[in-house]
């Protein structure tokens, strides 16, 4: 605000990161959201990173600050493919991790994520692996395993599978489809009387009668891979390689934005609201590209 150096009050307005009671406080409780609105809305931990100096938790969801910089599904993949393992954190109790400690990048996850998927406790006394059949809990819980959050908290659960999609390389389209209503619940809370944008046009003086001006028909944007392209150091590389690889964040936009997920429009059978969410231009009734 303009009229003030700090709102230090306003960080009390998110969920806490001791667990999935605040989740449920927060977005359920006090602005009516769904579980499956929660878990969208979390997976925008797909960007950015944690600060010691500031939450107390120091970390990237992703497994890479490239990957960190790319809003996608990714957040969901790395919750249940990852062994996570608590992580005693002095700054700000118990947070998660994975991997050793030669790694560049530390990866990082709270309670808050960790629930959606597992039935955890509140709070700091955290003491199983999310993953104990992998062999990589590294000596932390390894024959501890976190059990699944199916029954206590189903929705959350089929949620992160549903907007997981397939694995790494799968469709955007549910956590983007998930995402857009969860968005539009939570922006638009309280008000009631929001009205949509209406083109117009210029109040002009006209001797003939003004018509309602209609707008010009979708045009189909061009979404596509190129066949190979050169990397870094001149060697031909094509889009599967960037996909496995976790070069996406590169060339994903540039170069393969369908295998990277990255269109900046739906492709074929992905949701849409309306015709110019898709690439061909084309929203069918039920929602769906074509």
């Not at 306003?10 to 990161?17: K, Y």
């Not at 700091?124 to 999310?130: F, I, L, N, R």
Request: aromatic share 8%; hydrophobic share 30%; net charge negative.
């Amino acid at each position: 605000r303009v009229d003030r150096e700090s709102c230090d009050e306003s960080s009390s307005r998110l969920p806490a990161t001791s667990g999935c009671a605040q989740v449920q406080e927060t977005f359920l409780d006090r602005m009516g959201l769904t579980w499956r609105d929660a878990t969208a809305l979390l997976g925008a931990h797909t960007l950015g990173r944690g600060s010691a100096d500031f939450s107390g938790h120091e970390g990237t969801w992703m497994d890479t600050d490239e990957e960190s910089s790319v809003f996608d599904k990714r957040f969901y993949d790395e919750i249940i493919e990852r062994a996570w393992f608590p992580r005693q954190n002095e700054n700000a109790g118990t947070d998660w991790t994975w991997g050793g400690n030669n790694r560049a990048v530390t990866s990082m996850a709270l309670n808050t994520d960790i629930c959606l998927m597992f039935d955890i406790p509140e709070g700091d006394d955290q003491a199983c692996c999310t993953d104990i059949n992998s062999g990589n809990c590294r000596g932390n819980f390894d024959n501890v395993q976190c059990p699944f959050a199916n029954e206590v908290r189903p929705e959350a659960f089929a949620a992160m599978e549903t907007f997981k999609a397939g694995g790494r390389g799968g469709s955007n389209g549910p956590f983007y489809a998930g995402f857009s209503v969860g968005w539009e619940k939570a922006t638009e809370n309280g008000h009631d009387s929001l009205s949509g944008i209406v083109f117009r046009c210029p109040s002009e003086p006209t001797s003939s009668p003004t018509q309602h001006p209609v707008p010009p028909p979708t045009a189909p944007v061009l979404c596509e891979d190129v066949t190979t392209f050169k990397d870094g150091k001149g060697r031909t590389r094509d889009c599967a390689w960037a996909l496995s690889n976790g070069k996406c964040g590169k060339f994903g936009q540039d170069k393969c934005p369908v295998t990277c997920g990255m269109c900046p429009c739906g492709t074929v059978g992905e949701a849409c609201t309306h015709s110019s969410d898709c690439c061909s231009g084309i929203c069918l009734g039920e929602g769906t590209c074509v």
